[in-house]
């Protein structure tokens, strides 16, 4: 059954759910660190202690962009866990091809996880989705937000296509700046949306998370996908308890993955925020923060 959620969940939490009482800032246990991997070696960051929590960051960020959710759900009782992807932040890239539901394996294992929530952007929701399908024993509850899909044609969306194509431009030419522009005018701003339309401040702060990981990684791998068959062609399997949520001014392909994933999920939610675009995690953190906290504690 799907739900269409326009207000928050409203449950209570008792001492028997798994959920700790929230923890003193100044007492959060927290680490960070290198997991190898075949010839990569991935860093990851945790903080608190708890339920675990596993957040996947979007394409060419890195997972400092969790950094409000990292510090919210830790004092809220659960361990908070995010990482850097091939290709991204201060992931120190190998050769050897590997899957990305094979790294989030490789840091569960290494961190002595038996499940998690997952929590995915974009990019990240996809590699969530992969493996679920690889394993779902290891998955409590999934959220995917602004979230792309394995196996789906881009782009549906006109503007965004013109945009991918100067981006593609821009990467023969070794552009970054310009890269990381287009980048951010479609998904940071939104297909057909000002570049002011974001405080300045966070738009920057974007600018400089995507910059650093471009500019470290230009021309590196990401891990992979599974192609064969794609997660599109097995969503009816994923039996998990899943939030979807998007924002309003997103690409139109984002709109359509979310409506795929609402008609093929058996057990989906939904949370639609109006005024905000691909990267909503940063836009609105706090009312993110509160809707990601009802729905796993629900």
């Avoid at 993955?257 to 058996?266: A, S």
Wanted: include cysteine.
């Amino acid at each position: 059954m799907v739900w269409i959620l326009n207000i928050f969940f409203v449950v209570g939490c008792s001492s028997d759910t798994g959920f700790s009482t929230p923890f003193p800032v100044h007492t959060l246990k927290q680490s960070n660190g290198y997991i190898k991997f075949e010839d990569h070696q991935i860093y990851y960051e945790t903080k608190g202690e708890g339920l675990p929590i596993i957040f996947l960051h979007g394409g060419y960020l890195h997972c400092g962009m969790w950094e409000q959710q990292m510090d919210f759900f830790a004092a809220k009782g659960f361990r908070a866990i995010s990482y850097d992807d091939l290709g991204h932040g201060k992931t120190r890239d190998g050769t050897v091809k590997v899957f990305g539901h094979e790294v989030l394996l490789q840091i569960l294992d290494s961190l002595n996880i038996q499940k998690a929530h997952l929590v995915g952007l974009s990019w990240g929701a996809m590699i969530a989705v992969d493996f679920c399908l690889q394993h779902p024993e290891k998955v409590e509850k999934m959220v995917l937000i602004s979230s792309g899909l394995n196996g789906w044609e881009y782009f549906q969306d006109s503007l965004a296509a013109m945009n991918n194509q100067l981006r593609q431009k821009a990467k023969e030419q070794a552009d970054t700046t310009n890269f990381v522009e287009l980048f951010m005018r479609n998904w940071t701003d939104g297909p057909s949306q000002k570049t002011d339309r974001l405080d300045s401040s966070l738009r920057n702060s974007i600018r400089q998370i995507m910059t650093k990981t471009v500019t470290a990684h230009w021309g590196k791998n990401w891990s992979s996908l599974v192609q064969n068959p794609p997660a599109r062609l097995q969503l009816e399997q994923i039996k998990q308890p899943v939030l979807l949520v998007k924002g309003s001014l997103d690409a139109l392909d984002i709109h359509q993955i979310t409506d795929i994933y609402q008609k093929k999920l058996d057990n989906a939610y939904r949370f639609d925020i109006p005024n905000v675009a691909h990267t909503l995690t940063m836009e609105k953190p706090d009312l993110l923060n509160e809707v990601l906290l009802d729905f796993l504690q629900f």
